[in-house]
């Protein structure tokens, strides 16, 4: 069974730093595509930056600059550094990864950690 876990969250004040990381097992396949979501109470879930197994990074456009995603697929984790957190940046930060088990198909599996909590705040 494949299982994802978050850690490294917690309180910090505005333009501190943090550290996420996610471990993802049960699998062995290399995970496909690897990130991190974030949800605040009351407001959609948002996609904050991924990751592919090859390395090519996105992230959305309010992090660029300030957060940093990164993977060893060695070790089947993925990392987020977060530099320069603000308050709005507060929320549930969930880590997601997809496998791709049979390439000669289109299905792919989406997988979830069950979050890790960040709060900016003075």
């Known amino acids: 069974q494949v299982q994802l876990v978050e850690s490294g969250g917690g309180l910090v004040q505005p333009g501190g730093s943090l550290r996420l990381s996610c471990v993802a097992s049960g699998s062995i396949f290399t995970f496909d595509d690897m990130g991190w979501y974030r949800q605040a109470p009351g407001k959609q879930r948002e996609l904050v930056a991924t990751?592919?197994?090859?390395?090519?990074?996105n992230y959305t456009d309010s992090v660029k600059g300030r957060f940093t995603i990164s993977r060893d697929n060695a070790k089947n984790t993925v990392y987020l550094q977060m530099n320069s957190l603000k308050p709005e940046d507060t929320a549930v930060y969930i880590c997601?990864?997809?496998?791709?088990?049979?390439?000669?198909?289109?299905?792919?599996?989406?997988?979830w950690g069950q979050g890790t909590q960040v709060t900016v705040s003075s």
């Open positions: 990751i592919i197994s090859g390395g090519s990074t």
């Open positions: 997601n990864a997809v496998l791709w088990p049979d390439r000669t198909t289109t299905i792919k599996f989406d997988y």
